[in-house]
């Protein structure tokens, strides 16, 4: 792991994932000073692109990019743009995801959409309903965020974690910018901070569609992981991620490699990957719109 996240040391000056960096902030910026011109759905829909392309722009600033200054590259990510997700805790999550061999498990796999069996069979009904509600794309984009909400505040909530200095030092941090952030975007723009929270819900939606079906249970660990050749307006949103496969392969690979990469290789990456492919989003939304993609058991054993 720590040999591809260390692959690039000696590359030259990321001028792609800077302009994408000059592009996040600036259009972010241009859309709340359009709101204060022009109150309207048009700025609300240009902050929602905004804040899920951001998420997409924090993963690369996790996986060291673009620079090998970690300091440098969370000062970059530490923004609440998104609103929900300190920065240190998406980064401690997505590096723990990306141990292959454990990938989908509940409860091992921080990124796993999946419940155990067991404990599956004991949810109410309604719990069942929502949980496989959830593995269709209406679902996905309605009901997961708030899943994900849930699930990040709730140990907010336990006296112990506040105990922790590393814990508190992150949180403290995070609600203290995210205040700083609000009352500047009121005070400015007049956009209520109770708007962008709630459009801060569509980001999230927009940006947790990307892995709506991005891994499934397997026993080969590289059939787990999707490639999806999606259109460009998707690849640039979620800066390449769709051809999943080959990050987790290279995870120190900067995204605008990625593309290269898949094309020089494909047949090897489709075999390796157990042909778990997509020819893009719009056809599996609309296909699974309303019907699960799979349960949301998780069936396959360590």
Do not use: C
Not at 103 to 127: K, M, Q, V
Request: glycine share 4%; hydrophobic share 45%; aromatic share 14%.
């Amino acid at each position: 792991m720590e040999s591809d996240l260390t692959a690039h040391v000696d590359r030259k000056i990321e001028w792609p994932t800077w302009l994408v960096i000059l592009s996040t902030y600036t259009g972010w910026l241009g859309s709340l000073a359009w709101y204060a011109h022009t109150p309207s759905a048009g700025p609300l829909v240009a902050l929602v692109i905004l804040g899920a392309w951001y998420m997409s722009l924090q993963h690369e600033l996790v996986h060291r990019h673009p620079t090998q200054n970690e300091s440098l590259n969370r000062a970059l990510g530490l923004l609440p743009m998104a609103v929900w997700y300190p920065f240190d805790v998406y980064r401690d999550s997505h590096l723990a995801h990306h141990r292959d061999e454990l990938l989908t498990f509940p409860g091992i796999d921080p990124e796993s959409n999946y419940t155990e069996p067991d404990d599956y069979a004991r949810f109410s009904s309604p719990y069942k309903f929502l949980l496989n509600a959830q593995r269709t794309s209406i679902g996905r984009f309605l009901i997961t965020p708030a899943f994900s909400i849930v699930n990040l505040l709730q140990p907010l909530t336990q006296l112990d974690n506040w105990r922790n200095a590393a814990f508190r030092k992150t949180w403290l941090q995070h609600l203290t910018l995210l205040v700083v952030m609000l009352w500047a975007i009121e005070l400015f723009t007049g956009l209520s901070a109770w708007l962008y929270v709630f459009i801060s819900y569509f980001m999230l939606s927009l940006a947790f569609m990307r892995s709506f079906y991005e891994h499934r249970p397997a026993a080969n660990a590289m059939h787990r992981i999707v490639i999806n050749e999606a259109a460009w307006p998707m690849r640039l949103l979620y800066l390449n991620n769709n051809v999943h496969a080959v990050h987790h392969e290279s995870p120190g690979l900067p995204w605008y490699e990625i593309p290269d990469a898949y094309r020089q290789e494909r047949e090897r990456y489709l075999q390796e990957n157990g042909n778990f492919f997509f020819p893009g989003y719009l056809r599996l939304f609309i296909r699974h719109a309303i019907r699960p993609i799979d349960s949301a058991r998780q069936m396959t054993r360590l």
